[in-house]
């Protein structure tokens, strides 16, 4: 059984950071992607950053480039996504997520497993 457990959210202010983490288990070599999506109540989600874990191959959606940091620890069985420079805009519930190939990291189509989420808020 596959669960993804994510931890690090809460309250920050405007241009400050928070790292979100998210424990994996359960997954096998063919989940080969992980990542974050966020989603704002009454707005589609949005695929935030991914990993592909045996190249290390990453991609973020263009409005946190240069600004989030997602990265994986084998050893720990974890990712974890290094938010900095936040904004009003990217207070949102966080969801870690897993995948095979094929399915769509922009939309969350297709991706089997999700954990519940952690809340961001940030504030002026």
């Known amino acids: 059984q596959v669960q993804l457990v994510e931890s690090g959210g809460g309250s920050v202010q405007v241009g400050g950071s928070l790292t979100l983490s998210c424990a994996a288990s359960?997954?096998?070599?063919?989940?080969?992607?992980m990542g974050w999506f966020r989603q704002v109540s009454g707005k589609e989600r949005e695929g935030v950053a991914q990993?592909?874990?045996?190249?290390?191959?990453?991609h973020y959606h263009p409005s946190v480039s240069g600004r989030f940091t997602i990265t994986h620890d084998p050893a720990k069985k974890s990712i974890f996504l290094q938010m900095t420079s936040l904004k009003s805009d990217d207070t949102a519930t966080y969801f870690c997520?897993?995948?095979?190939?094929?399915?769509?990291?922009?939309?969350?189509?297709?991706?089997?497993?999700w954990g519940k989420g952690t809340l961001v808020t940030v504030s002026s």
């Open positions: 997520a897993a995948s095979g190939p094929g399915t769509d990291w922009q939309t969350g189509r297709g991706i089997p497993y």
């Open positions: 359960g997954l096998t070599n063919s989940d080969n992607i």
């Open positions: 990993i592909y874990i045996r190249s290390g191959s990453t």
